[in-house]
Nanobody, 124 residues
């Protein structure tokens, strides 16, 4: 059974940093890209970042570009989302997801396995 487990969320002051981790079963990360999405209260889930299966290609949303980075450690079957310069608007539940292909895109439909999410709260 495919599993994706996020961790690393928490409460942080504006300007602070957090690193989210997404640990996956081996089969999920074998040849699939991984993405991060987030959902704030009362809002639709939105794309944050994605990385190709080999780490060679990354895409970040305009709202986090320059502050967040995405990386992959295939030896640990883990994808990281390093979040710096956090803002109250970054408050959301963050989800990782496994793409259907080697490179994921910005649409939820391109991902078929999802984690349960981890809460990130940024205070002003």
């Amino acid at each position: 059974q495919v599993q994706l487990v996020e961790s690393g969320g928490g409460l942080v002051q504006a300007g602070g940093s957090l690193r989210l981790s997404c640990v996956s079963s081996r089969r999920t990360l074998s040849n699939n890209g991984v993405g991060w999405f987030r959902q704030a209260p009362g809002k639709e889930r939105e794309f944050v970042a994605t990385i190709s299966w080999n780490g060679g290609s990354t895409v970040l949303s305009d709202s986090v570009k320059g502050r967040f980075t995405i990386s992959i450690d295939r030896t640990k079957h883990t994808v990281y989302l390093q979040m710096n310069g956090l803002k109250p608007d970054d408050t959301a539940v963050y989800y990782c997801a496994s793409a259907r292909r080697a490179v994921g895109g910005t649409s939820e439909s391109e991902y078929n396995y999802w984690g349960q999410g981890t809460q990130v709260t940024v205070s002003s």
